[in-house]
């Protein structure tokens, strides 16, 4: 039975290993604290945050996300540690974002056994000013550890908070959590947002390789994901000696994991109902494989998650592969980890005792301490193996029926292109995988409209090819990568909904953006010189400024007449040239105010040429989704964090494909102007 707690009620807990699952309306910041008999804390060393996401008996997220898994292990905390205190605080990042809790909607808490099991949850309501709250605490009274709903807030953010706390470096340590945070935001690879209760996908995550048992069980029912590893040895900076968890399930939150309210719309009613109690009609069953003979995993089928539509179960599906790959993998490493620690373990003892460090009886239990290592990593193996079977299989039934806006220019439905008459729910901008699982390709989903800009990344890479020896040829592929994003946008909108403008003040673009020019999809020429770059950013700003005064005065129908009300997209190459001091603003401008009515950036830059303005342009970096024309392992998923290989969505060499699709972009758009 669960129990549903109100500010200062306290519940037991019935088991020491624990999962705290946090669901917001908007991305925050999970952190934790450990504190002694008196709620001190005494170092910077008892707080896990993004920045330091491990401490023992606790892992927190390493970014900011509106899901959150924080691992608890009350058996593996410190005994002078009598106290847990989850703190949850909106992220900082350059005034982007709510700064209070009040103008969200309200965050809940839940604390689940391993089996998903709901002990106790909590929803924070009543706040106000607050940027950061203690939303519950684990304490232990009498031997035992219980739970209470705490919900103090405080206006002063973490640093605030974590001084009300005793601890002494409060201000630094939160300005820290502030710019690891950033760090984050900028990497990760967007978390799709919430869906209603209903609309899970149907699997559960991997269960670790311990020393015990075997490693990733295939993915057969939905419900809820178990940990991924279980807690190792090694050990906490400033806590000498004492036992640090593993990553079990490191990372965000689970975009399934529990229901979402919704954010209200400025100056709104907040809504603060349960956030589990929604009375949305369940959506159609998916499709069903015939049942699979025992022992043998299901067949995969298309389309085999919930959704409303055929569009919207495959984009379930696909989030589910990812999360599905990030966890066995996850898994997978724990165990060799694990393994590797054992062997480091077994060999020290052996060498610690002089009776056994030479001779027979030392080179056998060095023999057999590095065949049990060989033994756990063959499990691993397998175990890593079989799942990846299962999601090869499943990729290639899934990515022949995926719709134009989720498929790759290869695939044969853009050859039965039309221009849609409705904005899909989301767009591919290519591909994912891991060392691990090259085989395994997850397309990289995005919702749309756009939340974030995107700066296609021309300079030297940290790929995983290498670094381009002919910054000229990243160059141009980097533009290339440019015009292929931008011709799948233009595809995917209907006709008249999308327009494309293009900033390139030297010129030096001309060869790569000529499938945009030559087909006649932009809404006008390439801007060039110093003046063409000032037009263009004074008239995207005034169309901000209009249509942000026309929204928050509620007279949105009062737009001066042919007003383009399309959303649009600025590509911008070869920045800095041709860019002064008011121009470097008024591109800041539109990076953090375009998106909310309608105006995109696209950056074609190479960060080290603008160096020359200094930490100006850190937030405009921050700001946009960073990809590159390479592969280049950068981005992080929102569960584990694992570092990806990311590779653009490009059209095959000498395919015409994308010319044909934006030919009837163009004729679609001039039948729509007439």
Do not use: C
Not at 589 to 608: C, F, I, S, T
């Amino acid at each position: 039975m669960t129990a549903e707690l109100v500010r200062g009620q306290n519940h037991p807990l019935p088991q020491t290993r624990l999962e705290i699952r946090v669901s917001a309306g908007t991305p925050v910041v999970a952190a934790a604290t450990l504190g002694d008999e008196n709620g001190k804390v005494h170092g910077v060393e008892w707080v896990a945050h993004p920045g330091t996401p491990t401490l023992p008996g606790l892992e927190v997220s390493r970014q900011a996300a509106a899901d959150h898994r924080l691992a608890v292990d009350l058996d593996a905390v410190p005994d002078a540690v009598h106290r847990v205190s989850v703190l949850l605080a909106l992220p900082a990042a350059d005034g982007a974002g709510p700064a209070r809790f009040g103008a969200v909607a309200a965050p809940f808490v839940a604390v689940t056994g391993l089996d998903g099991g709901e002990v106790a949850s909590f929803t924070l309501t009543g706040l106000d000013t607050e940027s950061a709250v203690v939303a519950l605490e684990l304490y232990r009274r009498q031997g035992a550890w219980k739970v209470r709903a705490v919900g103090q807030g405080y206006a002063g953010g973490l640093a605030e908070l974590l001084t009300d706390q005793g601890l002494d470096e409060a201000r630094r340590l939160a300005g820290g959590i502030e710019e690891a945070v950033a760090r984050g935001l900028a990497r990760s690879v967007p978390a799709p947002p919430p869906r209603p209760d209903g609309d899970r996908t149907r699997r559960t995550a991997a269960p670790a390789l311990g020393p015990d048992h075997g490693g990733a069980a295939a993915r057969t029912t939905p419900g809820p994901v178990p940990p991924a590893t279980p807690y190792g040895s090694q050990h906490a900076p400033g806590v000498p000696g004492q036992p640090a968890p593993q990553p079990a399930h490191p990372g965000g939150g689970d975009p399934s994991a529990v229901t979402q309210p919704t954010a209200p719309a400025a100056g709104g009613p907040i809504d603060y109902s349960h956030p589990r109690r929604q009375n949305a009609a369940p959506p159609p069953p998916p499709p069903t494989a015939p049942p699979a003979p025992p022992g043998q995993p299901a067949t995969p089928v298309a389309g085999d998650a919930t959704g409303w539509s055929m569009e919207e179960r495959l984009y379930n599906q696909v989030w589910g592969m990812f999360e599905d790959l990030a966890r066995t993998t996850a898994a997978y490493r724990s165990a060799v980890d694990f393994a590797d620690a054992r062997m480091e373990k077994e060999l020290d003892q052996v060498l610690s005792d002089p009776l056994s460090r030479i001779g027979g009886q030392g080179d056998a239990a060095r023999e057999a301490a590095r065949a049990r290592h060989t033994e756990l990593v063959a499990r691993a193996k397998e175990a890593l193996d079989r799942d990846l079977g299962q999601l090869a299989a499943e990729a290639e039934v899934v990515e022949p029926a995926l719709p134009p806006a989720f498929a790759r220019w290869d695939n044969p439905v853009w050859h039965a292109y039309r221009v849609p008459m409705e904005i899909p729910m989301a767009l591919r901008l290519g591909e994912l995988h891991l060392p691990e699982a090259a085989r395994v390709r997850i397309p990289m989903l995005v919702r749309l409209p756009l939340e974030r800009g995107l700066w296609i990344d021309s300079g030297r890479t940290g790929s995983v090819d290498g670094p381009f020896a002919d910054s000229h040829e990243l160059k141009h592929l980097a533009l290339r990568t440019a015009v292929a994003h931008a011709a799948r946008l233009l595809a995917v909108y209907p006709a008249g909904e999308f327009t494309v403008q293009v900033i390139d003040p030297a010129g030096a673009g001309a060869q790569g953006l000529a499938p945009l020019v030559q087909t006649g999809v932009l809404a006008a020429p390439p801007a060039l010189g110093a003046a063409g770059v000032a037009d263009v950013l004074a008239r995207l700003t005034q169309r901000v400024d209009l249509v942000q005064m026309a929204v928050r005065g509620g007279a949105a129908d009062s737009l001066p007449p042919g007003f383009d009300t399309s959303q649009q997209l600025l590509i911008v190459n070869d920045f800095p040239h041709g860019f002064d001091d008011r121009a470097v603003n008024q591109l800041r401008y539109l990076a953090d105010e375009g998106p909310d009515v309608g105006v995109h950036l696209m950056m074609v830059a190479d960060r080290e040429e603008s160096a020359g303005y200094g930490p100006l342009l850190d937030p405009l970096w921050r700001s946009l989704l960073r990809l590159t024309p390479v592969p280049d392992d950068h981005l992080a998923d929102p569960w584990v964090g694992h570092a990806w290989t990311y590779e653009p969505s490009l059209a095959p060499a000498g395919s015409q494909v994308l010319q044909q699709v934006l030919t009837q972009v163009a004729a679609a758009r001039r039948s729509w102007d007439r």
